[in-house]
């Protein structure tokens, strides 16, 4: 998988009007600093993940599912691979960069830790089962496969190289250490995780899901 990185000369090539109005506010910051000479500098991120995520996000979602055996949704077949890194590591580097980057430039920042979802999400069903107990493969049946986004992208790959070569950057957790962190701390925080999903979220969950 190390073909094919997103890095900082590659044209934006969105598919999805999400994805668009994300490229759209690169193209306003860059404008700013070209035409009136706002200082501005801008990073691009691969997935992260952590606590205090909402659980709209794949990992918050599924560790409260297995914890509560509902469903695990996974768009297609699971095959879309995405880049993960430990929200921590990106307020790092954006600290640094804000201090110390040059203006008028991109950084990209990364963890070189590709997964294809299906493997993502048996990671943490392995893991949440272990943590409570439960045999191995105890929550594999949750597995649930659906219709996956319009003009959903099939890869994200973050090439970090420059910001690891000009700034010293890289991430300090391995990935096993900050899943089983990161699982850890919503399993031990239910009622922080109960509060938000209760109302309103439990109706979006609804929409995006039910039914498919």
């Not at 900082?8 to 000479?37: I, L, M, N």
């Not at 606590?51 to 695990?72: A, S, V, W």
């Not at 096993?176 to 701390?185: P, V």
Request: hydrophobic share 30%; with cysteine; glycine share 8%.
């Amino acid at each position: 998988m190390g073909e094919g990185l997103f890095t900082e000369q590659t044209p934006y090539a969105p598919h999805s009007p999400y994805s668009a109005s994300k490229a759209s506010s690169d193209h306003f910051v860059r404008a700013f600093h070209d035409t009136y000479g706002l200082p501005t500098i801008i990073t691009n991120c691969s997935n992260n993940y952590g606590p205090y995520q909402f659980p709209e996000k794949l990992i918050p979602l599924f560790i409260n599912n297995i914890r509560t055996g509902k469903p695990l949704p996974v768009y297609g077949r699971g095959e879309n691979v995405r880049d993960w890194l430990y929200v921590e590591d990106h307020a790092r580097a954006i600290d640094l960069v804000f201090h110390k980057g040059r203006v008028g430039d991109t950084y990209n920042i990364g963890g070189f830790n590709e997964w294809r979802n299906i493997d993502l999400i048996r990671v943490i069903i392995r893991t949440v089962d272990r943590i409570l107990g439960n045999p191995e493969g105890y929550s594999d049946h949750l597995i649930t496969y659906v219709t996956d986004r319009l003009g959903h992208d099939l890869r994200y790959a973050i090439d970090s190289t420059k910001i690891k070569e000009e700034l010293g950057w890289e991430p300090s957790l391995q990935f096993e250490e900050g899943i089983e962190k990161t699982i850890r701390w919503y399993l031990d925080n239910q009622e922080w995780m109960d509060n938000v999903t209760s109302g309103d979220y439990a109706t979006y969950y609804e929409r995006m899901y039910a039914g498919r």
